[in-house]
């Protein structure tokens, strides 16, 4: 047997070596076979006319096939000053980013260190637990009440060596909302030198599009807000996020992040995006009739042991109880053409998450599982 020399090269920190990689939304079936992706939250309706024309390299504000050899506005000064006129909010005080993604990690770089504990609930989104872990500090998991946030839970795990808490408002993979009212109280319990990071990528989801956390961010030092294009906008593709909060905030956000960050191209498709709200409000309208429709059908099947969590977002979380399993499920709705996402490895060994779909998709989802009930429950 021949010994096997240990690896004498560069070694990571060891922090970096215990990361679980994040997981994305699988578009195909294990072997091979590309399937309808309902795992990833994405727009069905794809992403406004505007932005669509931009990516074909029509219309005048398209980017011209000089602009690739050219870097972009580090700044993105254009998009800064129209998302500060979309929400009414200063352009200095908003940074764009690499998708949400870049800044939330950011944020843990900028205010936490090795040995500071940042905290996140049970139930949330896996990047908190790789953006605390890659700079060495310790993640401290709060259980949720079920499924929701527990904001009591998360002010008694508060310590001395707290840095930051991360916090989805609507929360994924939940689902789940928390008031206004109960954040500004949740709010004015912390402690000021605490950086409260409100990930709202599925805001423009809410009927209101979640004003007062804005507000809340206008008059605070510690609350960063953080929003995607990726979601509702319907550009993914690009990876254009961006977070607004108090000036020493976002001072020190653009002092670590990437230089030329958002390229020229996802820069004025975020701008038509943003400019064609008829499209936002269309999406919207969307996701609320199909994801109401869909939680009734599920609602249907409790008898089967599915139960579908009040969502806020453009996706259900649905637990299976019953002789049917998540992961049975899972299966079944991949060898019908549908990959949607299991979560064993956030807890949720019980439950997929679903996005929501055109209205096909909606309906078939929906008769698969009443067919996977059924020969469960024959078993």
Known sequence: MNDVAPFTGPQAKPWINELAPYQPGKAKAKD?????????????????PAALAILRGEGDTAPSGDDGARYPDPDCTALRSALGAHHQLPPEQIICGTGSDELLNLAAQAYAAQGDEIIHVRYGFAVYDIATRRIGATPVVVPDAHYASDLDAILAAITPRTRVIYLANPNNPTGTMVSDADMAAFHAALPPHILLVLDQAYAEYLDDDGPQAFDLARTANNVLITRTFSKIYGLAAQRIGYAFGAPALIDTLNRIRAPFNVTTTGQATAIAALGDQHFVQQSRAHNNTWRDWLTREIG???????????????????????????????????????????????????????????EADMRSVAAILRQLVQQADQL
Not at 32 to 48: D, T, V
Not at 332 to 345: I, K, N, S, V
Request: with cysteine.
């Open 300 to 358: 249907a099947l409790g008898n089967g042991g599915l139960t579908a969590i009040a969502s806020h977002a453009n996706f259900l979380l649905v637990r299976f109880d019953g002789a049917l399993t998540a992961e049975a499920a899972l299966n079944g709705l991949a060898d019908q053409g549908y990959m949607t996402r299991w979560l064993p490895g956030q807890g949720l060994p019980d439950c997929l998450r679903i996005t929501i779909g055109d």
């Open 32 to 48: 091979g076979r590309a399937l309808k992706k309902l795992s990833a939250n994405e727009n069905p309706l794809g992403c406004a």
